[in-house]
């Protein structure tokens, strides 16, 4: 429907270096480790993808297609369907309509392809950090393997030195640094993130942003990431798909649609305070029904 | 005196800032909270020798003094007779506490787990909750006969259903969004079980399990006392009939002290899994 920014995969590969000294956890990851060969990034494919809850419909006529490696920010006003729709990708919830494609083939069941990372850490209580990370590994790994990339992972997001503790021993950002490690357990070829620094203060949610940034300057995944903070979403995303209704719309149904797909200018990490950025923000935060001038 | 009082104290500081506070009650007496809770079953002691020994308020018939209890005791030791009773009332009572607490545990889960089974038979498993389990002795008499397997049964069918519920309830309630996770990493089945919904219900597990045992031995008596030659019941039925009122308060010492060494180890036990999977 609308082609991915052509700017798309410099993006992409926007190096580690320049994110690593950004703050002190990007600074932990070494860009030698976790090579981005064993990572395959994998294309996603939505077609008249639309869910309805009973009778009432939250989502409808979603097509768009999600280039290997891309990062795409949905945005949208509380309860517009944004988790639906990542919900759908990851296979937690069958029951849409229309198709989605991933690598050319559709959604299953909890996608192996996959890997989701909630808003809240959902890390096993009475598990170490190590073997709550664990649980994300595949099936086929031998346990040597397993936990040699568990340290990898914990080294990456900067929790070497806590892999023994408890989720209830280390703070909010560090068990959804632990969240995203379990994530990448897997080498998914799609990362979903539902939000993940929602719940997190502000400082902490710029320093995940950056760890995200490194984090897929290495894997170079395909990320899906839910936010309702238009900052994050121009700070961190190729694009930036707004969910809601269809302005160009004389007549629109229920239900939430693309509104706009936006490509995000210049390369990560992006100064927060640019000129492009402001317009685009401006577009976003009336396209959620906000008067920007006021902000 | 005051050197010996003021020493644990002086030593304190020097072990940092954030301990001092929980050390001092620990220290305050060695094994103090035991020595608290020894305080009434001593007073009662005294009072019973009072009522019986000193002031013959009672005869023997009716309320035998302590001594004589302890002498009914060992002479039911040295006989062997006493080892007999405890020795198959405890296999009775672990016999038939394993077995409904296994199928507790297995049925629970399975109606926890899986919203099919739980429509299926939760009814039938809650109807058969509401029958007195002591209903069933007439019936097991005449199908199993009066012998181990019928009491056996019994105890089991007590300890049953505090396990059952406990787990069965604890499994609806397992946090929603764990469970999701586990399933998004490719747990199911009896996997996602291991991994994430019996830990989390591990320490509602227990106190099913304690209720289930503090009912095995409930019905153990219940058991005994109807039908049997030997056992803790029996010896309280035969000493009723013989007028050995001595025996008979051996007997309702012993499965006191029984009652709460089983659920002590179960305590233990219980302990044990709250430090790994709390």
Redesign the interface.
């Known amino acids: 429907m609308i082609s991915p920014a052509s700017t798309l995969n410099g993006a992409a590969a926007a190096t580690a270096a320049s994110t690593a000294d950004a703050s002190n956890i990007s600074a932990v990851a070494a860009p030698e480790r976790g090579g981005r060969a064993q990572y395959t990034s994998l294309d996603v494919k939505l077609s008249g993808v639309g869910r309805a809850f009973g009778s009432r419909t939250v989502l409808r006529d979603v097509s768009l297609q999600i280039a290997p490696g891309e990062v795409l920010a949905i945005l949208g006003s509380s309860g517009c369907g944004k988790s639906t729709l990542l919900r759908a990708v990851?296979g937690?919830d069958t029951g849409n309509t229309g198709e989605i494609l991933i690598n050319g083939s559709p959604v299953q069941r909890?996608d192996?392809r996959t890997?989701?990372g909630?808003q809240?850490p959902?890390l096993?209580?009475?598990r170490s950090i190590h073997k709550n990370v664990s649980?994300?590994l595949?099936?086929t790994l031998s346990k040597s393997e397993g936990r040699e990339r568990v340290d990898e992972l914990l080294e990456l997001v900067g929790l070497h030195d806590r892999a023994s503790l408890r989720p209830r021993e280390i703070s909010g950002g560090m068990a959804q640094r632990a969240s995203l490690a379990?994530a990448l357990a897997?080498r998914p070829g799609v990362l979903l993130l539902d939000e993940p620094f929602g719940a997190l203060d502000a400082l902490t949610r710029l320093k995940m942003q950056d760890l995200l940034l490194d984090l897929h300057a290495q894997t170079g995944t395909t990320v899906l990431l839910v936010t309702h903070d238009v900052d994050e979403a121009l700070q961190l995303a190729d694009r930036v798909l707004l969910l809601g209704q269809d302005p160009e719309d004389p007549d629109p149904a229920e239900g939430a649609t693309i509104a706009r797909l936006l490509s995000v200018p210049g390369e990560r990490p992006r100064d927060r305070a640019s000129a492009e950025l402001a317009a685009l923000r401006g577009e976003l935060f009336s396209g959620l029904g906000v008067d920007s001038h006021s902000h | 005196m005051t050197d010996t009082l003021d020493s644990p104290t002086a030593a304190q500081p020097a072990d940092g800032a954030a301990r001092p506070t929980e050390r001092r009650t620990r220290r305050g007496v060695p094994g103090g909270g035991l020595l608290i809770g020894a305080i009434v079953p001593v007073l009662l002691l005294g009072l019973w020798w009072l009522v019986t020994e000193v002031t013959g308020t009672f005869t023997a018939i009716q309320l035998p003094a302590p001594q004589a209890v302890l002498t009914a005791g060992i002479g039911l030791f040295e006989s062997g007779d006493l080892f007999e009773h405890v020795g198959i009332s405890l296999q009775r009572v672990l016999i038939g506490f394993g077995i409904g607490a296994a199928l507790g545990l297995a049925l629970g889960s399975l109606l926890g787990l899986s919203s099919i089974a739980d429509k299926l038979l939760n009814p039938t498993v809650g109807a058969f909750r509401a029958v007195p389990s002591l209903a069933w002795v007439p019936l097991l008499l005449l199908w199993v006969g009066i012998g181990e397997d019928s009491k056996v049964i019994l105890i089991a069918i007590g300890a049953f259903f505090p396990v059952f519920t406990a787990i069965h309830s604890a499994l609806r309630h397992v946090d929603a969004q764990l469970v999701e996770a586990g399933r998004a990493f490719g747990f199911h089945g009896i996997r996602l079980l291991g991994t994430v919904q019996l830990p989390a219900v591990v320490p509602s597990v227990f106190s099913g399990l304690r209720l289930g045992l503090a009912q095995a031995w409930l019905f153990l008596v219940a058991a005994e006392l109807l039908a049997a030659a030997e056992g803790l019941g029996f010896l309280l039925t035969e000493s009723q009939n013989n007028g050995r009122t001595d025996r008979l308060l051996l007997a309702i010492v012993l499965l006191a002290l029984l009652g709460k060494l089983t659920d002590t180890l179960l305590g233990v036990l219980e302990r044990k899994a709250l430090k790994t999977w709390a």
């Open positions: 990851g937690l909890y192996e890997a989701v909630f809240e959902r096993l209580p009475w649980l994300g595949p099936r379990r897997r």
